[in-house]
């Protein structure tokens, strides 16, 4: 100990640099870890839920009751080989995963997981999930266009339309929660909501929330919004000519994508990290573990809503978009700047 | 100090290889993509500088949205990359005058630019400095005190140009039978089903 401490006196940069910088690694190496055995099992909880739903079984022969699944699923697509096109554009099209996967594991720097418990606790948070969030479109387009085939063009030009018009909904919405808590960082947002679920902005902006999720729902392309992948018509979407590892990072992405939607909708709506209610036995639990229950019963109605509603047709979902939840959306933030101010709420 | 100095000479230095690459990429969509690099840098200086939400609306506003509709048309082009080539020496001269002019009127704005004369008495006394804890809240202030009615001209100049495109792209064609949604929600059953008792052997 004394020898470490002699060490750090004798070279300032291992106290000024080092060891912030490995202190840091350690923190995105434990998020990352964390959050790639959450996307593993998402995938399992689906093919149970789903399962259950349609009775049937689910996965049940890797492991004591399948567990193990989502592991074999992965070895098996890293043992694949990896097959680019003959007229694929060789660089864009493996650039293409490597961007969606990277951008669905970059959103999680602002995530706070409990009080204080965040990577970067930025000023403008929201606005920096809502930027990624954005830029999520460019991995779907890349590898469209890359991949050189029809259906893979139609499947990503279909994705990217969708995800830029329910953009523009969720902004709104997010202006609205702004409006309540006065901030546009993630903690402050959280705190805002302290005291009780009944605190929560699931409650005071209900239509807000309806509005949220849906609209989540598009971006991440999931049922009933899934257009992008239309087996029926587009065999497989924007991914048809990926395989192995390229495709392994798609799913990835998509499946980290739907955790960070929720955890977005948790922190927006449903009170991050905070107890239900402010007594005892509520405020024994640690805060990240409300905030994983909380992600769980948002991807549980994830994969609910995919179970039950059937696929829109896509001119029906630009309507949605555009000619419902934009009009709609824009109204509430006026309702709700309206109504904070006439009765002096503003924070 | 020397990480913020790297940082900087990391962005600045892709941000201008990336925006060489923009104009001699061969291939228009390699273009778009390497400009898509150079937004994303520039909004790397700008949280460099302190300006946190005018990264964030760059990234949100140029790399979401405007980059988006920038690659579904070059996408969406059937190009001859040859031919394309032909046209640059002729071009040259232009793009080489309309770059010096832009040059020159940098070096002018630069030469003549001084920190706003508030902000100059604000630098012996940071006491007075104006109390906004947050870039985006001091930003929100000023433009929605200070400079509403140029705000809301701009707003409204963004308003002309939306519905000026609307009007140019809008066609009106006959007979074309549309889906009215409101009609299809609304229809009842008894409208649209008769259920009849058909004798075998027979038709209707």
């Known amino acids: ?347 | 100090m020397i990480v913020q100095a790297l940082a900087f000479y990391l962005f600045a230095i892709v941000a201008i290889a990336a925006a060489v690459m923009v104009i001699s990429a061969r291939n228009p969509v390699h273009s778009v993509l390497f400009l898509i690099l150079t937004f994303f840098n520039g909004a790397g200086l700008f949280v460099l500088m302190g300006a946190e939400f005018l990264a964030m609306i760059l990234v949100v506003v140029y790399v979401g949205a405007v980059a988006v509709l920038f690659l579904f048309v070059v996408m969406m082009l059937d190009i001859n990359f040859a031919e394309l080539r032909e046209g640059t020496l002729r071009y040259l001269p232009f793009g080489a005058l309309i770059g010096i002019i832009l040059l020159a009127e940098l070096v002018l704005v630069f030469g003549a630019w001084t920190a706003a004369p508030e902000a100059a008495t604000f630098a012996g006394d940071p006491g007075r400095m104006p109390a906004a804890p947050t870039n985006t809240e001091a930003l929100g202030r000023q433009l929605y005190t200070d400079y509403i009615y140029l705000f809301q001209a701009a707003g409204l100049v963004l308003l002309v140009a939306m519905i000026g495109s609307i009007v140019l792209t809008l066609r009106q064609r006959e007979g074309v039978r549309r889906q009215r949604i409101g009609d299809q929600v609304s229809r009842r059953r008894d409208e649209v089903v008769a259920i009849r008792k058909v004798e075998s052997g027979e038709g209707i």
């Open chain 1, 1 to 347: 100990m004394d020898s470490l401490q002699g060490m750090i006196d004798a070279y300032p940069w291992i106290g000024d640099y080092l060891l912030p910088t490995l202190l840091l690694l350690v923190q995105i190496v434990l998020i990352v870890v964390i959050l790639l055995l959450s996307v593993a099992y998402t995938t399992y909880a689906e093919r149970k839920v789903m399962a259950a739903m349609q009775l049937r079984q689910g996965p049940i022969a890797v492991g004591p009751f399948g567990l193990l699944q989502p592991i074999a699923d992965g070895l098996k697509l890293l043992g694949k080989e990896t097959i680019i096109p003959a007229g694929a554009n060789r660089v864009v099209f493996v650039i293409a995963p490597m961007v969606t996967f990277l951008l669905s594991l970059v959103a999680w720097a602002v995530i706070p997981f409990g009080d204080g418990m965040v990577l970067a606790d930025i000023n403008v948070g929201i606005l920096y999930l809502f930027a990624i969030s954005s830029l999520g479109v460019y991995g779907i387009i890349m590898a469209g266009w890359a991949s050189n085939s029809k259906y893979a063009f139609l499947g990503a030009l279909r994705s990217a339309a969708q995800m830029v018009s329910y953009e523009v909904s969720i902004g709104f919405v997010m202006i609205t929660v702004l409006l309540c808590a006065g901030s546009l960082n993630l903690s402050t947002i959280v705190e805002s909501q302290s005291g009780g679920f009944w605190k929560w902005y699931f409650l005071p902006l209900l239509p807000m929330f309806v509005i949220f999720f849906i609209s989540t729902l598009a971006e991440t392309n999931r049922a009933p919004f899934d257009l992008p992948e239309g087996e029926s018509e587009l065999v497989g979407g924007y991914n048809v000519e990926y395989s192995a590892m390229t495709f392994a990072l798609f799913f990835l992405g998509e499946y980290a994508n739907m955790i960070l939607m929720s955890g977005m909708t948790t922190i927006l709506f449903l009170g991050g990290w905070l107890p239900p209610v402010d007594v005892v036995p509520f405020t024994w639990v640690p805060g990240p573990v409300w905030f994983a229950a909380k992600i769980a019963l948002c991807l549980f109605v994830f994969v609910w809503v995919r179970a039950t509603v059937p696929r829109y047709r896509y001119d029906q979902l630009m309507r949605l978009g555009w000619k419902v939840f934009l009009p709609f959306s824009i109204f509430w933030v006026i309702a709700t700047a309206g109504y904070l101010v006439a009765f002096d709420l503003l924070p």
